[in-house]
């Protein structure tokens, strides 16, 4: 009777295994079609370009827009998706993302990110600065 019960129940789970991989599928793709990555890239090419010298951005930005293929950058993201996340944060990531305020918390992110970045600076250098008096780093 036990050994029935356990082949029952590994049956069940072999059955029941590519379903659970087509719903995890499924998932990961609802994500990745509505993930902002056009606007995470667009965001990320303008910070880069804005470290570069004026006359400078506008070629770096056709360059980018040239080189990013966003059709195979999702079908990438949707296979991330599906290896780094569980069904149940797939689920909660394409609830988030269906929000009309996921698009301007997304696009806030970057601002968000700016802010941060003195007070963080300020912090890591003095990390930095402490390290190197306790003898961490080798100074040459």
């Known amino acids: 009777m036990i050994k029935f019960v356990f082949a029952f129940i590994l ?3 072999v059955m029941a295994s590519p379903a659970l991989a087509q719903n995890k599928k499924n998932l ?4 990745a079609k509505i ?9 990320f ?3 880069v370009a804005q470290t570069l010298p004026t006359d400078k951005q506008p070629l770096f930005k056709s360059i980018m827009a040239k ?6 950058l999702r079908i990438a993201a949707q296979d991330a998706l599906i290896k780094t996340f569980t069904d149940q944060e797939l689920k909660v990531m394409a609830d988030f993302y269906a929000k009309p ?5 997304m696009t806030k992110l970057g601002s968000f990110g700016e802010a941060m970045q003195p007070t963080i600076k300020v912090m890591v250098e003095k990390a930095i600065t402490d390290a190197k008096k306790a003898g961490i780093f080798n100074e040459e």
């Open 11 to 13: 049956a069940f789970s």
């Open 28 to 31: 990961a793709l609802q994500v």
């Open 35 to 43: 993930m902002p990555l056009e606007q995470q890239i667009m965001d």
């Open 45 to 47: 090419t303008d910070a």
């Open 67 to 72: 080189n990013i293929d966003v059709p195979k």
């Open 101 to 105: 305020e996921a698009s301007a918390i």
